[in-house]
């Protein structure tokens, strides 16, 4: 954390906001909008706000999107939901000089604000930047570094700002925008998939799409503010200030889990009924309710146990349930536990039969999965009319 920076910035904000009495048109302010990075936290891209004060000789960056690695527990806070993001201040040279080595273009777009308006929204930054305000408790949907920026615009312009209405039966979820950035991370986007819970089927409102940077931008290209009855756009033309082509990423299809996972299904039911040893037999039975076990494990704790709202009341715990730790314990102990791989059986077999009538929607992946659950747990389950059935 850059202490001088902010210090020095929040001197610098202060005295731009006393210079408004005598200079009425001094300051501008403008929105940059980065590109998608190739880090698993920056492939949505990211937004700060860029002030301008032409008399001071000044060129700042705001920026909500900055994290610490080197807090305290800082895995687990993540995990838990309670990690804290940060607002940082950089010269306009220092915050390029970032993206250049990290290959992402840049674009500024002047925001349209009269002088009271900009005044207003210095003064909701200095407030921001006070020791005890300039950290935030992270929220994907609905608090990050795109929504605090939309904030201070909508308390800076007030009613006078207007969004377009917001769709009704088209709008789009939040599992959805999130996806589009993730698609050509097929893995990543299972494991975002799997431990996202329904609020993240929830369809998003106008508003609420502008939790993603680039999402924003077009969302204010689309917004207006009413200046006496004529509607002037909220941003200007876009300026692209850092040029670089979006990264050239593999098609990674054919390694995607869907097919890895539909192979492993397809090979161990081929193979499976050709072993005649058992113990082979409950090695790989330990070894697939292991692995599932740890997943159920994850549900229990993301739908119990963390502050992420995004992650809880989810679905997946359905078929990833508690039920499958006892029948690992039963294999550990030697002991048939019928009645429980029975249980498993029928819960995930329901799943699969169902999964397309819950209020959530479940990764591709999941289903090749359940299915290897709902065979393997059956074959346990000593029905007489499975041919899969352990003698």
Not at 164 to 183: C, H, I, L, N, V
Request: hydrophobic share 45%; with cysteine; aromatic share 14%.
């Amino acid at each position: 954390m850059k202490k001088i920076t902010i210090l020095t910035a929040l001197f610098l904000s202060l005295f731009i906001t006393r210079s408004f009495s005598q200079v009425k048109n001094d300051t501008i302010v403008y929105l940059l909008t980065c590109n998608p990075g190739t880090e698993t936290y920056s492939i949505y891209g990211h937004s700060a706000l860029r002030i301008v004060n032409r008399v001071n000789k000044t060129d700042l960056v705001y920026n909500w999107g900055v994290f610490d690695f080197s807090t305290p527990n800082f895995a687990w806070k993540f995990a838990k939901g309670r990690l804290d993001y940060l607002l940082d201040v950089d010269t306009i040279d220092d915050f390029l000089r970032t993206y250049f080595y990290e290959n992402r273009a840049v674009y500024c777009q002047k925001i349209n604000l009269l002088p009271d308006e900009t005044k207003t929204l210095i003064l909701l930054i200095n407030e921001n930047l006070k020791p005890e305000n300039i950290k935030y408790r992270y929220d994907f949907f609905y608090d990050d570094c795109s929504t605090r920026i939309r904030d201070l615009l909508e308390k800076s312009i007030g009613d006078k700002l207007l969004y377009p209405p917001s769709a009704t039966e088209d709008a789009p979820t939040f599992r959805f925008m999130t996806g589009k950035y993730q698609a050509p991370y097929p893995w990543l986007k299972f494991g975002i998939d799997l431990i996202m819970g329904s609020p993240g089927d929830k369809k998003t409102t106008f508003r609420d799409m502008m939790f993603l940077p680039i999402d924003m931008q077009n969302c204010l290209n689309e917004s207006v503010v009413n200046r006496g009855g004529k509607m002037i756009p909220v941003l200007q033309n876009s300026e692209l200030i850092l040029d670089f082509d979006l990264p050239m990423l593999k098609n990674r299809r054919l390694f995607a889990p869907e097919n890895i996972f539909s192979l492993v299904l397809i090979i161990l039911v081929i193979i499976i009924p050709l072993i005649k040893r058992i113990s082979v037999i409950k090695a790989i039975d330990v070894t697939i309710f292991s692995i599932f076990s740890i997943l159920a494990l994850l549900m229990i704790f993301f739908n119990f146990f963390t502050d992420h709202q995004q992650m809880k009341m989810n679905l997946n715990i359905l078929w990833l349930n508690p039920f499958i730790l006892v029948c690992l314990i039963h294999m550990f102990m030697g002991k048939p536990g019928i009645i429980w791989f029975r249980i498993v059986f029928f819960i995930s077999a329901i799943f699969l039969i169902t999964h397309m009538l819950m209020p959530q929607d479940f990764n591709i992946a999941v289903l090749p999965l359940a299915l290897l659950l709902t065979i393997r747990s059956s074959a346990r389950s000593s029905f007489s009319w499975n041919p899969f059935t352990i003698k």
